[in-house]
């Protein structure tokens, strides 16, 4: 079968519907999943808001049906959802139809095992893959097919995270991206009895995204929501990405918060839950994860970016917690996956505990660790552009763990190329603004030379 063989990425599957993802792909990848997976329990299979993504699952639930596997069919579900059910159920796998953030013209598939692991190309991909570039097909007996609305027993789960606290009344502009995050969030205040007045912004599920790309973490996608929870006078806003795997917010007088700094306070939430224990983070930024880790008792441990690698990570060091800078933030007690609710649930929870505002919590951490926010450029030849800083900083303390990481005593900067886009992402942090901002235009003339 003629396949794009750039849809196959490191931790997930994703191209152009119906250019190279389409019903024919996605009934191909769905028994190369029975394939190489060998299920013996149900797998679950769940889809996003994307305008294609019905049409995209009823071919995976034909392709392992056919297969032999017994299926519980979802429906319109977050990704943390989806990762819940297949924990939760103890069911044998799972696959979400979702291009996550992308454009609205993107789909694919993000897929697990039993107990939540991450299939990636060295544990799945490449094999499902080479499975899809065959012209075999699997018929077994028909496996089963049920339906299962899982959305109760999630917001149950949910909830728990707050521990019993009483949350304080708020003012929260929630913004889903046209996602489903925003009817989840609904049903949490409803059913949690949340004393929570919502602004709601972008809340109606819309699969052609009509403000374009659904991704907060883009600077661009901002404004709109940062504005709004400004002059509502809100306590709180918080934004997800379309799938709802990542969460991001923004403090009371409207200034978006970066997860780098949200993630210090989640870092001292978990480690004062589980003394001593390891907190995963990524090489983009490091110097406030590190602080926060060690003064807070735990152990930190650096892994390459990406979720399924950061997963892997947490399993084998039995890690409670991880935080990416790109609003990704995963819990041991949530199978070691990624959660757009979980945080949610935290931050309401420390800012009832405290009777503080987000601004007083995360104020002197940004005050402290200065950023440049991540830049990305289109670049020719990424690896030669690395090879290239390499050699031009060569005094500084350098490591290739992803990409490439110049650590100095005054700053520091990472550049690797992305997982999913043909792109070159930069991060620099500083002791001040002054020296961010310097490297960052010494750093970008030199890619620059190259795109």
């Known amino acids: 079968m003629k396949i794009d063989p750039t849809i196959f990425k490191a931790y997930d599957i994703r191209g152009i519907y119906p250019k190279n993802i389409n019903e024919e792909i996605a009934y191909k990848i769905a028994q190369g999943y029975a394939n190489y997976c060998r299920p013996k329990g149900k797998v679950l299979v769940g889809r996003d808001v994307r305008i294609h ?3 995209l699952q009823e071919a995976v639930i034909n392709g392992l049906s056919d297969a032999g596997v017994n299926v519980c069919d979802v429906g319109l579900i977050t990704t943390d959802m989806y990762y819940f059910g297949v ?23 993000k897929m697990v095992r039993e107990n939540v692991a991450p299939i990636t190309q060295e544990t799945g991909i490449n094999q499902i893959k080479r499975f899809v570039e065959t012209n075999k097909k699997i018929r077994r007996k028909m496996g089963q097919v049920e339906k299962k609305d899982l959305t109760d027993d999630y917001l149950l789960y949910v909830l728990k995270w707050l521990e019993g606290v009483k949350i304080s009344p708020l003012k929260v502009v929630i913004n889903p991206n046209f996602g489903y995050a925003g009817i989840i969030f609904e049903k949490l205040v409803h059913k949690g009895k949340l004393p929570i007045e919502l602004i709601k912004l972008n809340c109606e599920p819309d699969g052609t995204f009509p403000k374009g790309r659904p991704d907060p973490f883009v ?15 809100s306590d709180l806003g918080i934004a997800w990405d379309a799938d709802a795997d990542r969460v991001f917010f923004c403090t009371e007088g409207g200034v978006f918060v970066e997860p780098y700094y949200i993630n210090t306070l989640f870092i001292k939430i978990m480690l004062k839950k589980y003394p001593k224990q390891k907190i995963i983070y990524d090489p983009r930024y490091t110097w406030a994860l590190r602080d926060s880790i060690l003064e807070n008792g735990g152990i930190p441990v650096v ?40 945080p949610v649930m935290q931050i309401l929870r420390i800012l009832s505990l405290t009777k503080k505002k987000l601004s ?65 992402r930069l991060n620099i942090e500083g002791k001040s603004k002054e020296i961010v901002n310097r490297k960052k235009e010494e750093i970008l003339s030199v890619i620059r030379n190259f795109s």
Not at 88 to 104: C, D, E, K, L, R
Not at 221 to 233: A, D, G, I, M, Y
Not at 318 to 340: K, L, P
């Open 219 to 233: 600077p661009e996608n901002r404004p709109e929501f940062v504005q709004l929870v400004k002059k509502s006078n």
């Open 303 to 342: 892994c390459r970016v990406g979720h399924s690698f950061i997963k892997e990570k947490m399993r084998s060091e039995n890690a409670v917690f991880a935080g990416e800078s790109s609003g990704h933030t995963y819990y041991r007690d949530f199978w070691y996956a990624d959660s757009g609710m979980i």
């Open 53 to 55: 993504s019905q049409k």
């Open 360 to 424: 007083d919590l995360i104020f002197p951490i940004m005050k402290k660790y200065h950023i440049s926010g991540e830049i990305n450029s289109e670049v020719r030849d990424k690896e030669k552009v690395i090879k290239n800083l390499s050699e031009l900083y060569t005094d500084g303390k350098q490591d290739q763990l992803d990409g490439l990481t110049v650590e100095y005593e005054n700053f520091r900067f990472n550049v690797r190329p992305s997982n999913t886009e043909p792109l070159l």
């Open 87 to 109: 924990g939760f159920y103890n069911f044998s796998g799972g696959i979400q139809v979702t291009a996550s953030h992308n454009p609205p013209e993107w789909n694919g598939f």
